[in-house]
């Protein structure tokens, strides 16, 4: 039985959610990893859905270097949220 496509709307809902997880004052870093990992294989079983892996994948990995670089974690909120607002309009 092939996996249900998640759409554009689903896939910007989940990184909202994720998003607001780590603009928390007290960042849970276990649960934005355990959501990037499951958005990540969610993504990865989604054939035919269209978004920028360059700009996905590596949010979705790079949680650690997030957790440990704010100059990082805000260069990529920006991007994020740039491709959030982009894709509302």
Known sequence: MPN???TPVEL???LSRLLAMEELDTVDWDKV???S???LNELRAADGLDYPS???IPYLTDFN??????EEAYRQHGLLVAYLR????
């Open 12 to 14: 910007r809902a989940a």
């Open 65 to 70: 270097l997030r957790r440990e670089s704010a």
């Open 86 to 89: 982009a894709k509302a309009d």
């Open 33 to 35: 990893q355990d959501a």
């Open 37 to 39: 990992i499951g958005l």
């Open 4 to 6: 249900p496509i998640m």
């Open 54 to 56: 360059e700009l996905i």
